[in-house]
């Protein structure tokens, strides 16, 4: 059994420490914020995540996960400390490390005896040695510590399934000693076989990066790949389909829409062209992808456009919020784009998500109508957006959707479905890369 000692509660945080502690081995989750973690102490969840409230009553009911402001205690009483704190962009693409700057300051001033300190955050390269200079800066004379760099690939809405049996297990690690230590916090990933990967903390640390920037661009790919279907008058599910089929390239990350957005490849692609820029090298692609995925919010919004004439005065529906199923996270959702939008432009704009209703009415501040189901979102629209592909979205009664709306105008940002189908019911559909909009009347 190893002690850790888990700094911030945040996504990556909650979620690893959760996980840890499910592994078998004692976890202390720490945090600045009093009111998180005395929500946390009680079984209650700041995020939605599948699976992770049942993991983290469970662990705590059995005394391997904790939750406390106390730093100073947590520290001198792990083995490992991993370190899981924000590290936003700047508005040039450029990291924010002060979090994690504070956090190894504060880890700095309680080191007692060996430990392992694990850099969790996302950081852009040579970060980790550049924290260890600090840590030595801050720490007593006889501090006896080893850096490791072990980026997180969780995806937000099959998290805990990605920790329990991730892809790989990635550990930058120089010290024979730190290695073992993190094969035994792993021990139950490397008994079912999971690929791991030992290397240097630069390599770990950019491993994450081109691995996000690389789904990010299939994703731009896709997209691209769609407009250029709209012009010339196929279809991008087949083109994908097509594509997919190929061992080399797969069919993951090849659905078209509006783009990716969330906590992790928007910034940590920015972060890479940052990092790039500054070494002075040019990194083409990379920022062709940001722009590319810039580009399709204001698409959804000429298609509405395009048949309706203008927004002014026109009511227009939006069926989800957050920037992906499963999850309540709005971090770069291509719906805020959408809603501000529409609303700049004069439209009254109804909106309905099954989870992120709340973060959106607390976090992002648009004037909208709040509903309480796809068909009310929907009640005498002019036209409706699907921008988030729930579950609940993809069998809707589309015969009583067309009857609640002033205008059968249906703009499907996820591709969900068939073309053929909602002309048979009679609306004005349209969608991305499947040929230009179709059916019904105006």
């Not at 880890?107 to 969790?120: E, M, R, S, T």
Request: with cysteine; proline share 4%; glycine share 8%.
């Amino acid at each position: 059994m190893i002690r850790i000692c888990m700094i911030g509660t945040g996504y990556v945080g909650l979620v690893s420490g959760s996980c840890l502690a499910d592994f078998g081995n004692t976890v202390r989750c720490v945090d600045i914020d009093t009111d998180r973690i005395d929500t946390l102490q009680k079984g209650g969840m700041p995020i939605f995540e599948p699976g992770l409230q049942d993991m983290v009553i469970r662990n705590i009911e059995s005394g391997r996960l904790i939750f406390t402001t106390n730093l100073k205690e947590s520290v001198e009483n792990s083995d490992v400390i991993f370190v899981a704190v924000g590290t936003p962009s700047f508005p040039d693409g450029s990291t924010d490390l002060s979090y994690v700057t504070e956090a190894s300051i504060s880890i700095a001033q309680h080191l007692n005896g060996y430990k392992v300190i694990v850099q969790k955050s996302t950081v852009p390269v040579g970060t980790t040695r550049s924290l260890e200079k600090i840590l030595r800066e801050h720490a007593p004379k006889d501090a006896h510590f080893d850096m490791v760099s072990n980026p997180e690939f969780l995806r937000e809405g099959s998290a805990v399934a990605d920790f329990l049996r991730p892809n790989r297990v990635v550990i930058g690690v120089e010290s024979d000693r730190a290695r073992e230590t993190m094969r035994e916090v792993y021990r139950p990933l490397y008994l079912i076989e999971t690929p791991n990967l030992m290397t240097t903390l630069e390599t770990a640390e950019l491993v994450k990066y081109a691995s996000n920037a690389y789904l990010a661009t299939k994703i731009s790919f896709i997209n691209e790949m769609a407009a250029i279907c709209e012009e010339v008058g196929a279809d991008i599910d087949d083109v994908a389909k097509g594509m997919g089929l190929d061992q080399r390239i797969g069919s993951k990350f090849l659905h078209a829409g509006i783009g990716f957005g969330g906590s992790c490849l928007p910034k940590d692609v920015a972060s890479l062209v940052h990092l790039a820029k500054t070494k002075g090298y040019d990194p083409g692609i990379i920022e062709a992808v940001l722009e590319i995925n810039r580009s399709l919010a204001p698409r959804a919004v000429d298609k509405v456009r395009n048949v309706l004439g203008t927004l002014s005065g026109k009511t227009i529906g939006v069926l989800g919020l957050a920037f992906k199923p499963n999850t309540d996270d709005l971090r770069e959702a291509p719906s805020i784009r959408i809603i501000t939008q529409l609303i700049k432009e004069g439209a009254d704009v109804r909106v309905f998500d099954p989870v992120a209703m709340d973060a959106f009415e607390s976090a992002v501040g648009l004037a909208v109508v709040r509903c309480k189901n796809a068909y009310d979102a929907a009640e005498n629209c002019d036209g409706l957006l699907l921008v988030t592909e729930w579950n609940e979205f993809r069998e809707m009664d589309l015969t009583r959707l067309h009857k609640v709306m002033r205008k059968p105008v249906f703009i499907d940002c996820r591709n969900v479905y068939k073309p053929e189908r909602m002309k048979e019911v009679g609306f004005r559909y349209d969608s991305f890369g499947r040929g230009v909009e179709q059916g019904g009347s105006k």
